[in-house]
């Protein structure tokens, strides 16, 4: 039996790392300047809050699956039937799977831009590593039956597409925001 779960469970976790990744921005305030302080932060606090809604157990611990319920591979049905989103977020699933991953977008982006040179590289890298955080994520929820969520291909194209949209805002913030500046109160 997953012994944690429901929406509770998560709040309390999304409060919990909100205040681990704060203490991180404040502390990494003065060697990178606010902005990027905040921005690296926020970036962790992004996928650390990805992780807590995509694995902890909506309802609560849904208890045991049996082996013969247990689905052996993930959805392919690309763009098929979705259910609801959550309560929290009005709209199906795959909007929420996509604007789920446009902060995580934004704020690489913001972040890396403190080093303008090296985001050219860090920025696409990033992005490949938060398609591979959603692949992982996936291929979680397929082993680990017990959270009762399902393995679906699409949600890995929707939270691609969440992180490349959020790669272009995060641009326009860059450009707003100038984190290569740096200096502290910045």
Known sequence: MFPVGGVGVMLVGVALSGVVCGALALALRRRLGTVAALATGGLLWSVVVIGLVTLIPADGAPGVVYADSRLD???WDIGGPAPDGFWIFSGGQRLLNVA?????GALLVVAAARWRRSALV?????????AAYSVGIEWTQLELARIDRACDVTDIVD????????????LVLA????PWRGGVGR
């Open 73 to 75: 591979s993930c959805s």
């Open 100 to 104: 789920v991953f446009v902060p995580s």
């Open 122 to 130: 860090t920025v696409p890298l990033g992005l490949v590593l938060l």
């Open 159 to 170: 939270n691609a597409t969440g992180a490349g949209l959020g790669v272009a805002v995060g």
């Open 175 to 178: 450009v707003v925001l100038r």
